[in-house]
């Protein structure tokens, strides 16, 4: 199978996942996600904790790259994500506050899986104009079958030795008092 298939089965499944739902429309059985911090119930998973941080470069819209192997040194918060996914929309201004208070001792590092990329993503952080994040992209979805997430939003926690320390996979309130004390963590390690 090519890259491209590869890549084309991991959209059709990522759309086909949590994220098909417009906001407000709850599954059975789930919380729904009106907009409002509440209704975010995603549950910390550790089983792979250890795990280092793929090498994956992501490139920012005007074509800088950042190699996330390279993030050693510091903790990172990596937050996969996409324009069409609505527990995405609704996470993203809660991280842009996140990254405000954490002010560089955690850093926050939102990648779009969009298949448009620059496209999708230049327009919508200019819509909302976040003060922290930064607009990264990966297009090819490399990160998403690195990090062996098939659901969007994906959130991983590593160390200041890249290894992670949990992961969220669907929304999360990240500004509540419980994401805080889960972050500090990554500084315990």
Do not use: H
Not at 130 to 147: C, I, M, S, T, Y
Request: proline share 5%; net charge negative; with cysteine.
């Amino acid at each position: 199978m090519s890259r491209w298939s590869l890549t084309l089965v991991l959209a059709l499944t990522l759309a086909c996942g949590a994220c098909d739902r417009q906001a407000g429309e709850a599954a059975q059985g789930e919380p729904g996600l009106a907009g409002d911090k509440a209704s975010l119930g995603g549950t910390f998973d550790r089983s792979q904790a250890g795990a280092l941080m793929p090498a994956v470069t992501v490139r920012d819209p005007k074509g800088a790259e950042l190699n996330l192997g390279a993030l050693q040194g510091q903790p990172a918060l990596l937050n996969l994500w996409a324009t069409w996914c609505a527990p995405c929309v609704v996470e993203m201004p809660m991280l842009d506050e996140l990254a405000q208070e954490l002010d560089g001792a955690v850093r926050v590092v939102t990648v779009s899986q969009d298949l448009a990329g620059a496209d999708k993503v230049v327009p919508f952080f200019a819509q909302r104009s976040f003060r922290k994040l930064e607009p990264w992209l990966d297009p090819d979805n490399a990160l998403g079958f690195k990090v062996e997430s098939e659901v969007l939003p994906a959130t991983i926690l590593y160390d200041a030795s890249g290894r992670e320390v949990w992961r969220v996979v669907g929304e999360y309130d990240w500004s509540s008092a419980a994401a805080r004390e889960a972050i500090a963590e990554a500084s315990a390690e």
